[in-house]
């Protein structure tokens, strides 16, 4: 199994809410900090929110309010709220290990669509 599985996500109105989750397996999830990062038609990849292991949290400041990221060690699993979804928000939503999008993650998953459309 993939080390990142991402899944929760689809076709939602604007104003509507979706929760993506992520299932790690094979490595130590509990001790990594994690993060959601997202990337819309023709844009780079662009970091959304971020857990780390003490379960301190930051969000971009265009989701800030609207998104919420969280972790269950007990079950492998990292999740993202998401709430009053926008246009701007249709991406391709990825899970990744650490903070960043300019260095190359230990671990990504290979993704989960969210299309926002009225």
């Known amino acids: 199994q993939a080390p990142l599985v991402e899944s929760g996500g689809g076709l939602v109105e604007p104003g509507g809410s979706l929760r993506l989750s992520c299932a790690a397996s094979?490595?130590?999830?509990?001790?990594?900090?994690m993060s959601w990062v997202r990337q819309a038609p023709g844009k780079e990849l662009e970091w959304v929110s971020g857990?780390?292991?003490?379960?301190?949290?930051g969000y971009a400041d265009s989701v800030k309010g609207r998104f919420t990221i969280s972790r269950d060690n007990a079950k492998n699993t990292l999740y993202l709220q998401m709430s009053d979804l926008k246009f701007e928000d249709t991406a391709v939503y990825f899970c990744?290990?650490?903070?960043?999008?300019?260095?190359?993650?230990?671990?990504r998953g290979q993704g989960t669509q969210v299309t926002v459309s009225s």
């Open positions: 857990i780390n292991s003490q379960r301190t949290t």
């Open positions: 990744q290990t650490g903070w960043s999008v300019r260095v190359t993650p230990d671990y």
């Open positions: 094979g490595f130590d999830f509990s001790s990594y900090g």
